[in-house]
């Protein structure tokens, strides 16, 4: 299978079940509330290091956010239950709250498992803090020396897609940028996923564990770097000098699905040799992306 | 999903009538016959079926629509606990008495004492919400423990008398004395407001809180929100200091 001349491999991004919440942040204006999301969503690149996975999911007019300010929608993902509760009040307790004039909603009202998160954080009003029920939800407010931190007592949370992602394999690390990049641009702003990497793009693919380090659970996927294509078991066609990977985390499959499909078209450009994906040979995770398969009908 | 029932008054209430009863649990599950059922007191005449007083018409579905001039209705949604209630035109007192939960939501004037507590008892509104779109009497929210009541046009003496907590918003003037005694809660002025003397002024500041109420009741209710109320400042009265203190006044103000 090719797409506008790159061959698609017959391959699959192998990804895993997380639990996932939308965080929407709002505040004065933009300024404060890409301060805040930005806060928010860093050091989170994967559960690997970082304990949990956020990005930012889009930016919101102020038409569409709760309070008619300018807002953002964050997505953060753990592993397990008890792993989101701890990691949105841990950021949203040191992001969000400590960021002038934000508030800070649940993103997924009709989720029906609910963590405590406001409840959690309005202890840091010492006992000034009071709570407002606005349309069933309740909302605490925390006095601050700026004013006052509005937060929503319980967070939606959903079981999501995480770690869907696929490969583009380059002649140069400028054709793979070039279109890393453009598929990062056709997948933003795309409702119900987010990119956890710099940029979206991830240059360290990983494989499970180590070969010299036991105790690492991921080391450098060595078949695909280009400089050990002569010293490893290389999965790299000839004429390969660059990888970069777009990892896709999601509400759920469907999401990741589309975001690989509009992200794997645009890749598909001058100076990249195949697309392919990251797998543990489907053993470990439930969810299987498979690219021909998602790619269906758009062949060129 | 139904368009709920519809009571329409078959001719002007000639003495005062006490609906307290009429929407008591389980009402949003009531067919028209069996709502019609219900009982009216009237001051004079005593007890009354619903049906001789509305044509009730429609399925239950969680709401009903009074249509008719209830100026003489007392007590109109007292105790309510879910459901959707819609008057089309004006109540007299005590409406909303104590309700504990859904919506009632007037399109007149409300007489005194809306969404208060009855007499006798400490608590008024323990949750819901109480829209009333023109003004409302006096004591209006009056013990309040939980919910909001939004009045559009003025609120009378007394709004949010000894609240407990809760939220009154008045979008017109506020009367005499509002907020006197209340321990906590909120009372959000709009228009005219004099705190009482035992109310200290803290700060003047934006709550974020007000512009997700203010949002959410033009969102829901189509009520006559103002961009100036949603990015003005407002002036935060601590009180009442007599009483527990942890109750506000929020006057908005020019900015």
């Given at each position: 299978?090719?797409?506008?001349?790159?061959?698609?491999?017959?391959?699959?991004?192998?990804?895993?079940?997380?639990?996932?919440?939308?965080?929407?942040?709002?505040?004065?204006?933009?300024?404060?509330?890409?301060?805040?999301?930005?806060?928010?969503?860093?050091?989170?690149?994967?559960?690997?290091?970082?304990?949990?996975?956020?990005?930012?999911?889009?930016?919101?007019?102020?038409?569409?956010?709760?309070?008619?300010?300018?807002?953002?929608?964050?997505?953060?993902?753990?592993?397990?239950?008890?792993?989101?509760?701890?990691?949105?009040?841990?950021?949203?307790?040191q992001?969000?709250?400590?960021?002038p004039?934000?508030?800070?909603?649940?993103?997924?009202?009709?989720?029906?498992?609910?963590?405590?998160?406001?409840?959690?954080?309005?202890?840091?009003?010492?006992?000034?803090?009071?709570?407002?029920?606005?349309?069933?939800?309740?909302?605490?407010?925390?006095?601050v020396?700026?004013?006052?931190?509005?937060?929503?007592?319980?967070?939606?949370?959903?079981?999501?897609?995480?770690?869907?992602?696929?490969?583009?394999?380059?002649?140069?690390?400028?054709a793979?940028?070039?279109?890393?990049?453009?598929?990062?641009?056709?997948m933003?702003?795309?409702?119900?996923?987010m990119?956890?990497?710099?940029?979206?793009?991830?240059?360290?693919?990983?494989?499970?564990?180590?070969?010299?380090?036991?105790?690492?659970?991921?080391?450098?996927?060595?078949?695909?770097?280009?400089t050990?294509?002569?010293?490893?078991?290389?999965?790299?066609?000839?004429?390969?000098?660059?990888?970069?990977?777009?990892?896709?985390?999601?509400?759920?499959?469907?999401?990741?699905?589309?975001?690989?499909?509009?992200?794997?078209?645009?890749?598909?450009?001058?100076?990249?040799?195949?697309?392919?994906?990251?797998?543990?040979?489907?053993?470990?995770?439930?969810?299987?992306?498979?690219?021909?398969?998602?790619?269906?009908?758009?062949?060129? | 999903?139904?368009?709920?029932?519809?009571?329409?008054?078959?001719?002007?209430?000639?003495?005062?009538?006490?609906?307290?009863?009429?929407?008591?649990?389980?009402?949003?599950?009531?067919?028209?016959?069996?709502?019609?059922?219900?009982?009216?007191?009237?001051?004079?005449?005593?007890r009354?079926?619903?049906?001789?007083?509305?044509?009730?018409?429609?399925?239950?579905?969680?709401?009903?629509?009074?249509?008719?001039?209830?100026?003489?209705?007392?007590?109109?949604?007292?105790?309510?606990?879910?459901?959707?209630?819609?008057?089309?035109?004006?109540?007299?007192?005590?409406?909303?008495?104590?309700?504990?939960?859904?919506?009632?939501?007037?399109?007149?004037?409300?007489?005194?004492?809306?969404?208060?507590?009855?007499?006798?008892?400490?608590?008024?509104?323990?949750?819901g919400?109480?829209?009333?779109?023109?003004?409302?009497?006096?004591?209006?929210?009056?013990?309040?423990?939980?919910?909001?009541?939004?009045?559009?046009?003025?609120?009378?003496?007394?709004?949010?008398?000894?609240?407990?907590?809760?939220?009154?918003?008045?979008?017109?003037?506020?009367?005499?004395?509002?907020?006197?005694?209340?321990?906590?809660?909120?009372?959000?002025?709009?228009?005219?407001?004099?705190?009482?003397?035992?109310?200290?002024?803290?700060?003047?500041?934006?709550?974020?809180?007000?512009?997700l109420?203010l949002?959410?009741?033009?969102?829901?209710?189509?009520?006559?929100?103002?961009?100036?109320?949603?990015?003005?400042?407002?002036?935060?009265?601590?009180?009442?200091?007599?009483?527990?203190?942890?109750?506000?006044?929020l006057e908005?103000?020019?900015?």
């Amino acid at each position: 299978m090719k797409i506008r001349g790159v061959f698609i491999e017959d391959t699959f991004a192998e990804a895993f079940t997380m639990r996932v919440a939308r965080i929407v942040v709002t505040a004065r204006s933009t300024r404060w509330v890409q301060a805040a999301a930005l806060k928010l969503t860093g050091f989170a690149t994967s559960v690997i290091g970082c304990k949990c996975e956020a990005g930012i999911e889009r930016e919101l007019p102020a038409t569409e956010t709760p309070d008619g300010r300018p807002g953002i929608s964050v997505l953060l993902m753990t592993m397990s239950k008890d792993d989101l509760g701890k990691r949105l009040i841990e950021r949203i307790g040191q992001t969000v709250l400590t960021c002038p004039t934000t508030a800070c909603y649940d993103g997924l009202p009709q989720a029906p498992d609910r963590v405590r998160v406001g409840s959690a954080l309005r202890f840091f009003g010492d006992g000034f803090q009071t709570s407002k029920i606005v349309g069933g939800e309740r909302f605490w407010r925390i006095p601050v020396m700026e004013g006052e931190f509005l937060v929503q007592e319980k967070f939606g949370m959903l079981e999501g897609v995480g770690g869907g992602n696929f490969l583009i394999l380059a002649r140069s690390v400028d054709a793979a940028l070039a279109a890393a990049e453009a598929a990062v641009d056709s997948m933003t702003s795309e409702l119900g996923i987010m990119l956890p990497f710099p940029g979206g793009v991830v240059r360290s693919g990983s494989k499970v564990g180590a070969r010299t380090v036991k105790s690492m659970i991921a080391s450098t996927n060595d078949a695909f770097c280009p400089t050990l294509r002569a010293i490893t078991d290389s999965a790299l066609p000839e004429g390969v000098n660059s990888v970069l990977e777009i990892v896709i985390d999601g509400v759920d499959a469907s999401a990741v699905t589309a975001a690989m499909r509009r992200g794997i078209d645009a890749a598909c450009r001058d100076g990249v040799v195949a697309i392919s994906a990251g797998n543990f040979g489907g053993k470990l995770g439930p969810h299987h992306f498979y690219l021909r398969k998602i790619m269906h009908g758009t062949v060129v | 999903m139904s368009g709920g029932l519809l009571a329409r008054l078959k001719s002007p209430l000639q003495q005062r009538a006490d609906f307290s009863e009429v929407l008591a649990d389980p009402w949003i599950t009531l067919s028209a016959g069996e709502m019609a059922q219900r009982a009216v007191y009237l001051e004079r005449d005593g007890r009354v079926l619903l049906g001789d007083l509305f044509e009730l018409q429609g399925e239950p579905g969680g709401r009903i629509r009074f249509v008719g001039d209830l100026e003489n209705g007392d007590r109109l949604g007292a105790g309510l606990k879910q459901g959707e209630v819609i008057v089309e035109g004006s109540v007299g007192s005590e409406a909303g008495l104590a309700m504990a939960g859904g919506a009632l939501d007037i399109t007149g004037d409300a007489g005194p004492r809306a969404g208060a507590a009855p007499l006798g008892y400490k608590r008024g509104m323990t949750g819901g919400e109480l829209i009333v779109r023109g003004s409302a009497g006096a004591e209006a929210g009056a013990s309040m423990r939980r919910g909001l009541l939004a009045i559009v046009g003025s609120a009378g003496d007394k709004a949010g008398f000894a609240m407990i907590a809760g939220t009154v918003i008045a979008f017109g003037s506020a009367g005499a004395e509002s907020g006197l005694w209340s321990k906590r809660g909120s009372l959000i002025a709009l228009g005219a407001i004099l705190p009482p003397r035992t109310y200290a002024y803290a700060c003047t500041y934006e709550p974020a809180f007000v512009r997700l109420m203010l949002t959410r009741l033009g969102l829901r209710y189509r009520l006559p929100v103002q961009q100036r109320h949603l990015t003005g400042l407002y002036r935060r009265y601590s009180g009442d200091l007599a009483e527990l203190g942890k109750g506000e006044i929020l006057e908005w103000v020019a900015q």
